[in-house]
């Protein structure tokens, strides 16, 4: 995950684990980015149910907490966060990978900079912010009044204002075909 569990907790207790790999999908579409960093890349002897890699060599790079990714596959091809690396054997979490003994799979840390990390926080807190304020335009108490931006299709970005996802226009990469 870009962010851990724990981290998130600390601005919204009521997060799950699956919002924040919603998230992280979202910013990797976005961007048509996988941030992998192809320095620490290992190639895969097998994969092995429950959530274990067997790797052809000792994963210099990788520790537990580690976010990989597992490329060349035909069934597994998904993002995992390494819980336990015992010599050449990542134990992942994923849910089970479905049996296959395809060749030329490899693992690819990824690497998220800090401030992609900062501004999936800064989401995270807006959504804290406007949960209780979807679909109201304006609201008044007395002589108080408060009327909120409407934010049109044309301005969002998978419901957040476009100004939000500023962060990651850096690290847009073109895409090629189709």
């Known amino acids: 995950m870009i962010i851990t569990l724990a981290e998130a907790h600390e601005i919204n207790r009521t997060l799950s684990k699956e919002d924040i790999t919603g998230l992280e999908i979202a ?4 961007t048509n980015n996988n941030f992998q960093n192809t320095r620490v890349r290992f190639s895969v002897k097998e994969i092995m149910d429950p959530d274990t890699i067997v790797l052809n060599q000792l994963p210099k790079g990788l520790r537990t907490g580690s976010r990989i990714e597992l490329n060349n596959s035909d069934y597994n091809e998904e993002l995992h966060t390494i819980h336990e690396i015992q010599g050449n054997v990542l134990k992942v ?3 089970g990978f479905l049996d296959e003994t395809k060749s030329g799979m490899i693992v690819t840390l990824v690497n998220y900079p ?7 926080k800064k989401l ?3 959504d804290m912010k406007t949960e209780k304020n979807i679909g109201v ?5 007395s002589r108080v009044s408060e009327t909120y931006f409407d934010v049109t299709s ?3 970005i998978n419901g957040y204002p476009t100004s939000l996802f500023s962060f990651i226009m850096k690290y ?3 895409r090629w075909g189709t």
């Open 27 to 30: 910013i990797r579409e976005l």
């Open 93 to 95: 979490s994923s849910g």
């Open 114 to 120: 800090q401030d992609v990390k900062n501004g999936v």
């Open 124 to 126: 995270i807190e807006y």
């Open 137 to 141: 335009k304006s609201r008044s108490l």
């Open 154 to 156: 044309g301005e969002n």
């Open 172 to 174: 847009r990469k073109f």
